[in-house]
């Protein structure tokens, strides 16, 4: 499964999720759009908009920290 979390180091939402899949061993690349001017055009092209945190999910989008989507999603 290959799991990728678009966030920026000040966003507490980005945290939750990064700790959330953590404590789920799930592993995940963390890319800080903040930092990373291509990553950002990727994540607006994927979900249309510029909202962190954003996660690709085996090229399932989700937007926010919305746990019955990620459970959904990583089979939790």
């Keep these: 499964m290959?799991?990728?979390v678009?966030?920026?180091p000040t966003c507490p939402f980005c945290d939750m999720v990064k700790r959330y899949l953590?404590?789920?061993d799930i592993e995940f690349e963390d890319v800080?759009?903040?930092?990373d001017a291509e990553a950002a055009k990727e994540m607006i092209e994927k979900s249309g908009r510029m909202i962190v945190p954003l996660m690709d999910i085996d090229g399932e989008i989700i937007v926010?920290?919305?746990?019955e989507k990620l459970d959904k999603a990583l089979g939790l």
């Design 32 to 35: 800080n759009v903040a930092e």
């Design 6 to 8: 678009y966030s920026t």
């Design 2 to 4: 290959a799991v990728k």
């Design 22 to 24: 953590r404590e789920n």
């Design 64 to 67: 926010g920290f919305d746990r």
